[in-house]
């Protein structure tokens, strides 16, 4: 058998004021019915647990050792009964958010304090890799969500929408200075740098010169916006990147935008998870704290 809240609360109180009549009162029992408690705890552990005398009580070497573990009992209790109480409490979880390398590591990674401090209940691992192969993830319940502008279309993913996702097409200013990139004829003249053979990126230009021919000198794909950014520093040709991903470079003058007159087309970033998840309400949760975050 195990020694009973109430008689360890009234240990708790004899304990912290001294005085049993004292602990008596601020436990709302009388002064017999708290003695009895006592003795009561004291047979049901076999010790003594207090040195009385007529003014006062003190604590045996059995009673010193009790109190703090008498103490994380209590307050072990008192937690049982605030997360009853609560309603909203959570209990702890855990979601996995798969993204690419950059976005993850200029937002997602500085992101991951305020998340957690919005919702202390909730830890955001993150799984790095490109959209396509997230998505496959997904899928298979590798990942709890993505975040991606990717394109998609099935019924058995859900998504909310995050931040709008601009574009640009930039290229070196000592490249233009020998190459001109005026009109999309001048293509012929330059090399493309994207992502995959699809031109996921380009494809931006494309939407918004339709009717336009592009026919680039070559193209090179080199997986990554990171890798893509690196290049076109190199002066290796010009690329469509997102906005925020270019900023300071166009800030500084390092890139420039050979045809700022061409509004490229725009995306956004998504939460995407499955239909199926168990925690639909927190995916809602999550993209509305990432919205608050703005993308660096």
Do not use: K, N
């Amino acid at each position: 058998m195990l020694p009973d809240l109430e008689s360890l609360r009234c240990f708790d109180a004899a304990a912290r004021l001294g005085h049993f009549g004292r602990a008596a009162g601020q436990v709302a029992l009388s002064p017999t019915a708290f003695s009895d408690r006592i003795r009561r705890l004291e047979d049901h552990l076999g010790a003594t647990l207090f040195e009385r005398t007529t003014r006062t009580v003190a604590l045996t070497a059995a009673g010193l050792r009790l109190v703090p573990h008498a103490r994380r009992t209590l307050d072990a209790a008192r937690q049982c009964v605030a997360a009853v109480a609560d309603s909203a409490a959570l209990p702890p979880y855990e979601l996995t958010l798969g993204t690419r390398y950059e976005l993850g590591l200029s937002w997602l990674v500085p992101a991951l304090g305020p998340l957690q401090l919005a919702q202390p209940a909730r830890t955001v691992h993150l799984r790095f890799g490109d959209s396509p192969d997230l998505l496959r993830l997904l899928s298979s319940g590798g990942v709890d969500a993505v975040v991606t502008s990717v394109r998609f279309s099935s019924g058995a993913l859900r998504f909310a929408p995050l931040h709008d996702e601009d574009y640009a097409l930039v290229a070196l200013p000592a490249l233009l200075a020998t190459t001109p990139l005026c009109t999309p004829d001048d293509a012929a003249a330059h090399t493309l740098l994207d992502a995959h053979a699809d031109l996921p990126l380009f494809r931006y230009c494309l939407e918004a010169s339709a009717g336009a021919t592009w026919s680039f000198l070559r193209t090179e794909l080199l997986g990554t916006i990171a890798a893509i950014r690196m290049r076109v520093l190199q002066g290796a040709g010009v690329a469509v990147l997102p906005r925020y991903f270019v900023r300071a470079d166009l800030a500084s003058g390092a890139l420039v935008e050979p045809l700022p007159q061409l509004p490229l087309g725009r995306d956004r970033f998504r939460l995407i998870w499955a239909a199926a998840h168990p925690l639909q309400g927190e995916m809602q949760r999550l993209a509305g704290d990432l919205r608050a975050l703005p993308v660096a």
